[in-house]
């Protein structure tokens, strides 16, 4: 048996590195287990000229594809959407856009203010210091003054508008709709070790120059110079809870495949709005015989992705292509409710730059304006470095039989029971997507395109894994407290995505951060009765 | 009990199959005196193609598998006419194995130097040297400024 720890996180993503960090300076003996390794800046894709077939292969976003070592099977064939991550400190961050815009005001409060979902039981105003607290620990670039947003501070300069934003924006302009600069988690000058960003493009198969806010970049290092210890390629089982019903500890597999079990006064997971589920529900008891902290049977319910839908035009001119940051600009237009358009809540315009030599082919050759055989360079030609357009990232509202449960056959390689999901797009979303469709060709038109190409919902798009634990004030309504503190198990907490209550219309890690240093700050404050 | 095993090297393909794959290359994208690019059976490409095939080399087995069904025999010893019938059909009911076909001949195209060059492409990775991006002139979003707060205030 390992050394006992006061705090054990599970975990080394968006969340797990911020908790980390928050709780790092209580002093307590602080452990996090994680079940992939660090990654080295040398082994990004970007340094090699296969920078983009590795995309498609160990950094394909879908673990399924990857399936690395550090990689669990998930069985998503009866979801229309498919789940993608990363497994490996830094998590998620390590393979996301970057895009990192904070959810609104409104997003907190869907039941008061449109009758749908509930409310969360906290809002924008309790969680703006932390974001703030985040936006510079990640070193977030921005543009002041965003009408779509209560004031905020700017860390760092916005990324460069480009051929591409400012194509777009005046298009919007001419359409009288709102547009701004994106938040984003690219450091546009050097920052805390951060060298900065030269625009080398598809950051989503992770960034060589480091200008990329990944937490093994920004929070770990911190954390790990205040005596936090990240123990890599430890897979953890389930999470053990002794006679009282509180959390004992957890039983992992370390680097080696030999079962262990560490000991714990605390545990925290953060192992995503799949992982944390599939942990629960795995931790199976007398005292918990349908999954840990799962009274309620909320374990893995409701789970949300955003539906994106995405729309791209072809012009006449060169734009940015595949060089820059995908995301330079955004609209929220759309974003709040308007009955009008036939839906609630509403979606975020992420405007993006081209693509690379080998996904203008594959893409273009897919929708059947790059013909095989004679034609084809021609026809190559006049699409490569032209394109541009935009994803449009719905609210997913919560449906209980949108769930994450074990699969029956299924294991990873330790023997572990794969998740499976079981997902249905709602008529909701789907007019939404609709509208996004509509608008996004209006925009594209507006632009001077000459040809759209349109797709939704986008299959391969699961980023974001939302709400399989969801927060509240009603033990039978929720999985854990307004603080991230299991209703059932005292000393365990949930810190990522699986606490939503609803999704927003943007990007989650923002708002999944600074709900871990709110739950951080939870903690510390109560300290001395953290187990009433 | 189904346990899931992460990707290992693929075994390469038989003669056969890389025939066939040479054949569908070339037809996919033709070398063009235009453009002075190879086509996608060029030797060296064609290499690269082969030792490449990675985590799709199962998924490319099943569609020339399916191609030998379609041609009535070894698609790669087939008839000109067959093979073209076979690879239309293939492309008419399957997009998702003509996908693949795709992705592993195009993946490799489109990284050769000669292909690049005629792109008008640097022939080097992104890394280190990173690309420009104009800046722009963020002053065009004075419109939306002045149009004042769009977000929906809270009870």
Not at chain 2, 74 to 99: G, H, I, P
Request: with cysteine.
């Amino acid at each position: 048996m390992s050394e006992p720890v006061d705090v054990l996180i599970i975990g080394a993503g968006a969340s797990g590195a911020a908790v980390a960090w928050s709780l790092a300076d209580t002093r307590m003996r602080i452990l996090c287990l994680e079940q992939g390794d660090w990654v080295k800046s040398t082994e990004y894709p970007s340094n090699g000229r296969d920078w983009e077939e590795r995309q498609f292969g160990d950094f394909s976003t879908s673990p399924n594809r990857r399936g690395n070592a550090a990689d669990y099977p998930i069985d998503d064939s009866d979801s229309p959407i498919k789940v993608v991550n990363f497994n490996g400190v830094g998590g998620g961050t390590i393979l996301y856009a970057g895009h990192f815009p904070r959810m609104h005001p409104s997003d907190f409060r869907v039941r008061t203010l449109d009758g749908v979902a509930d409310d969360w039981p906290v809002d924008y105003a309790m969680l703006e210091p932390y974001f703030a607290l985040n936006d510079r620990m990640m070193g977030i670039a921005a543009l002041a003054g965003d009408p779509a947003y209560p004031p905020k501070e700017a860390v760092l300069p916005p990324l460069p508008l480009g051929r591409t934003g400012t194509t777009l924006g005046r298009a919007m302009n001419r359409l009288g709709w709102h547009w701004w600069a994106a938040d984003s988690a690219m450091a546009t000058r050097d920052y805390e070790g951060r060298a900065k960003c030269i625009n080398l493009g598809h950051c989503i198969a992770g960034c060589a120059q480091g200008a990329k806010a990944s937490t093994d970049l920004t929070y770990w290092p911190h954390a790990i110079r205040q005596r936090v210890e990240l123990r890599t390629r430890c897979r953890v089982r389930e999470v053990t809870v002794n006679e009282h019903g509180i959390a004992s500890g957890a039983v992992y597999y370390d680097a080696e495949g030999v079962e262990r079990f560490q000991p714990a006064e605390v545990v925290i997971l953060a192992c995503n709005g799949v992982g944390t589920p599939r942990i629960l529900l795995n931790s199976v008891s007398g005292r918990f015989p349908n999954g840990l902290a799962n009274t309620s049977g909320l374990v893995g319910r409701n789970l949300m992705f955003h539906p994106y839908s995405s729309i791209r035009g072809y012009f006449d001119e060169p734009l940015d292509g595949y060089r820059g940051p995908h995301i330079g600009t955004w609209s929220q237009q759309f974003y709040e409710t308007d009955h009008s358009r036939g839906f609630v809540r509403g979606y975020t315009y992420q405007f993006v730059r081209g693509q690379g030599p080998v996904l203008t082919a594959m893409t273009g050759m897919a929708s059947g304006r790059i013909p095989w055989g004679e034609g084809h360079h021609a026809a190559y030609r006049q699409l490569f470095d032209r394109s541009a357009g935009m994803v449009a990232i719905c609210e997913d509202l919560p449906e209980q039989h949108n769930s994450v449960t074990l699969h029956p056959q299924l294991k990873d390689a330790h023997g572990i029971p794969a998740p499976k999901i079981t997902y249905r797009l709602s008529e909701n979303s789907q007019r939404m997507l609709e509208h996004s469709i509509a608008r996004g060709a209006e925009i594209l038109q507006a632009a001077g395109a000459r040809d759209i190409v349109t797709e939704a919902p986008l299959p391969n798009a699961g980023w974001h894994l939302m709400g399989t634990a969801r927060m509240g004030t009603d033990p039978g309504r929720s999985v854990v407290n307004p603080w991230g503190r299991s209703h059932d198990v005292k000393n365990l907490f949930i810190v990522d995505g699986s606490i939503f209550v609803t999704s927003g219309g943007v990007n989650p890690t923002a708002t999944i951060q600074a709900l871990a240093l709110y739950v951080a700050d939870s903690i510390k404050q109560r300290l001395a009765n953290l187990f009433d | 009990m189904s346990q899931w095993i992460p990707v290992t090297s693929p075994a390469p393909l038989q003669d056969a199959q890389r025939r066939a794959l040479r054949w569908i290359a070339s037809l996919m994208v033709p070398p063009s005196e235009e453009h002075g690019v190879p086509g996608a059976d060029d030797e060296a490409i064609f290499a690269d193609i082969l030792g490449s095939l990675g985590r799709d080399a199962d998924a490319v087995r099943s569609v020339l598998r399916r191609l030998d069904e379609l041609a009535g025999g070894l698609f790669a010893d087939s008839a000109d006419d067959a093979q073209r019938a076979a690879v239309e059909r293939l492309r008419k009911d399957d997009a998702a194995l003509t996908a693949v076909l795709v992705a592993v001949v195009v993946r490799c195209y489109y990284r050769d130097d000669r292909v690049m060059r005629s792109l008008g492409m640097q022939l080097r990775p992104p890394y280190p040297k990173g690309f420009e991006v104009e800046q722009g002139d963020w002053s065009l979003l004075e419109p939306v400024r002045a149009r004042g707060r769009v977000y929906r205030e809270v009870p």
